[in-house]
């Protein structure tokens, strides 16, 4: 795939760029250097080969999915503006 100067003026205008013209023939060279090194990895054969999500291989580490309240209501209601029986009040929304 080859880009022209017409297609890069067409991208910047869509990115909302300002390209002018010595830079969208700069930038032609480049856009079509890239494309050609993706064309040269498009042609790499990976049968076989598992996708990597890292380069080093990891594990995450897990914790028990419990439902808990935090066992510190205090804490938790110490910025509160106002509190009543560990539960925040708060102005009536409906009527």
Same mark, same amino acid.
């Given at each position: 795939?080859? #880009?022209?100067?017409?297609?890069?003026r067409r991208v910047a205008h869509l990115a909302r760029i300002k390209v002018g013209d010595d830079e969208a023939e700069r930038l032609?060279?480049?856009l079509n250097a890239i %494309?050609?090194?993706v064309e040269q990895l498009d042609?790499?054969? +990976?049968?076989? #080969?598992e996708?990597?999500?890292?380069?080093v291989e990891t594990? %995450?580490?897990?914790? #028990?999915?419990v439902v808990s309240d935090g066992e +510190?209501?205090?804490k938790v209601l110490a910025n509160a503006p106002e509190s009543d029986d560990s539960f925040f009040v708060v102005p009536k929304v409906v009527e």
């Open positions: 795939m080859s #880009v022209d100067i017409d297609t890069v032609t060279g480049e %494309l050609g090194f042609a790499v054969d +990976v049968t076989g #080969v996708p990597m999500t890292a380069a594990a %995450l580490r897990r914790r #028990v999915d +510190v209501p205090q």
